[in-house]
């Protein structure tokens, strides 16, 4: 009925190590063909403990297919991934398969894939502030209060890696912001990493220590300029916002055809000065 994953790695039962900058994941070379079409191809990506990792790009770009390969929920068929030993994935994907028709309240959503504790459930709203929701049906919640209640779900077991699909998706500016804020606040709270994906190629969270640019391939990466120090952006997002989202800079040394081949910019322009001509 749902698909969300909050699993502890079975290969080993050793715990990752708990420092701050301990390396939780790292995939290197990734790349993902499916009937004769690479999804994704090369992607080299690396999370600690401590850190955010925004994947950006373009719909269809290969985000979800990237966080899905590394979580070990899809097959790769080329590179390498390596995960922590025991490492604990709280997972909230950007596709859920719930039964709208069916009765759900929040309570039971949060123990839907595994026996929970009522003081479990209780902790995990309190995280996210909407504890005052638990016996409100799923479908009466906001698209707010519903992402806050899956990243809830997502924390119920202290996760080591959150990968939040689209957290923001079907939130307005506001909501956004306290969406980035609560997560920022997660993150130090449980010392866990993030991987983060948005289809906003232009705003990301500030506090992203790394933002990757995904088009089936790497295309940019570098961390995202805070927007705070910049008086022009602080009046363009506001003071508020201003702290918590940033505007990333891309620096492609490559466009895209319309098939999606790589153009490098110097073979672009020399086609664009012999149409001219
Ligand atoms: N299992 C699959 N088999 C074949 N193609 C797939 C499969 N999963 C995804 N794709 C295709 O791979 C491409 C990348 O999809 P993906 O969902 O990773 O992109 P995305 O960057 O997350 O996009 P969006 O921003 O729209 O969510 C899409 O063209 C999609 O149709």
């Not at 504890?131 to 077991?157: K, M, N, Y």
Request: with cysteine; hydrophobic share 40%.
């Amino acid at each position: 009925m749902l698909n969300l994953l909050t699993t502890r790695d079975s290969r080993t039962d050793s715990h990752p190590h708990a420092a701050p900058g301990a390396p939780l994941v790292e995939a290197t070379g990734l790349s993902v063909c499916r009937s004769g079409r690479w999804l994704i191809r090369d992607v080299d990506l690396r999370i600690a403990r401590g850190e955010i990792v925004t994947l950006i790009g373009p719909n269809g770009g290969g985000k979800s297919t990237t966080a899905k390969a590394i979580l070990g929920l899809m097959r790769f068929d080329r590179g390498r991934v390596w995960r922590a030993p025991g490492l604990r994935v709280g997972y909230v994907p950007q596709q859920l398969s719930i039964d709208w028709t069916f009765p759900l309240t929040v309570r039971r959503l949060m123990s839907l894939t595994s026996r929970q504790s009522d003081d479990a459930i209780r902790d995990a709203l309190a995280e996210v502030e909407i504890t005052h929701l638990i016996d409100a049906p799923v479908q009466s919640l906001s698209g707010g209060e519903f992402q806050r209640a899956l990243l809830a779900r997502a924390i119920l077991r202290k996760p080591d890696l959150l990968v939040l699909d689209e957290p923001v998706r079907g939130i307005d500016f506001s909501g956004e912001i306290a969406m980035y804020d609560l997560i920022a606040d997660v993150r130090r709270r449980l010392n866990c990493g993030v991987l983060l994906i948005s289809h906003d190629l232009h705003v990301v969270m500030a506090e992203s220590d790394t933002v990757l640019c995904l088009n089936r391939h790497v295309c940019c990466q570098g961390s995202p300029e805070h927007v705070a120090a910049h008086s022009s952006y602080r009046e363009l997002l506001g003071p508020r916002a201003a702290q918590t989202l940033a505007i990333y800079r891309h620096h492609h040394d490559h466009a895209h055809a319309p098939d999606g081949s790589v153009v490098p910019l110097s073979e672009k322009a020399e086609a664009e000065d012999s149409d001219a001509g």
